[in-house]
């Protein structure tokens, strides 16, 4: 089980950046897939959700009509595109996959599998 995300870099405000997060998995449906990050000194905040089906998609209060998560079945990845970036968007940003579609995807505790983590520096 891997997952890959790739993506971040510095961008000044007001900017865009789309992550991206590759999935190896025997079975990918039913599956939520979730963006987290963590701000240096902060806890891991959710971010944004999605299933396999994108029938259930939903994303933070915090970024909402900023960023939008979509997910490429044909090629097994998740994306989170990010739009007028802010400084407060700095932080980790994680990609992570639930066991089961049977988890809601908003909590970190549901994910048993993740990314590595991708770095996104917004510049004021």
């Known amino acids: 089980v891997q997952l890959q995300a790739s993506g971040g870099g510095l961008v000044q405000a007001g900017g865009s950046l789309r992550l991206s997060c590759t999935v190896s998995?025997?079975?990918?449906?039913?599956?939520?897939m979730g963006w987290f990050r963590q701000a240096p000194g902060k806890e891991l905040e959710f971010v944004a959700r999605i299933n396999w089906s994108a029938t259930r998609t939903s994303t933070a209060d915090s970024v909402r009509g900023r960023f939008t998560v979509s997910r490429d079945n044909a090629t097994n990845t998740v994306y989170l595109q990010m739009n007028n970036l802010r400084p407060e968007d700095t932080a980790v940003y994680y990609c992570?996959?639930?066991?089961?579609?049977?988890?809601?995807?908003?909590?970190?505790?549901?994910?048993?599998?993740w990314g590595q983590g991708t770095q996104v520096t917004v510049s004021s």
């Open positions: 998995l025997r079975s990918l449906t039913d599956r939520m």
């Open positions: 992570g996959a639930t066991a089961s579609g049977r988890f809601s995807g908003y909590y970190r505790r549901e994910y048993p599998y």
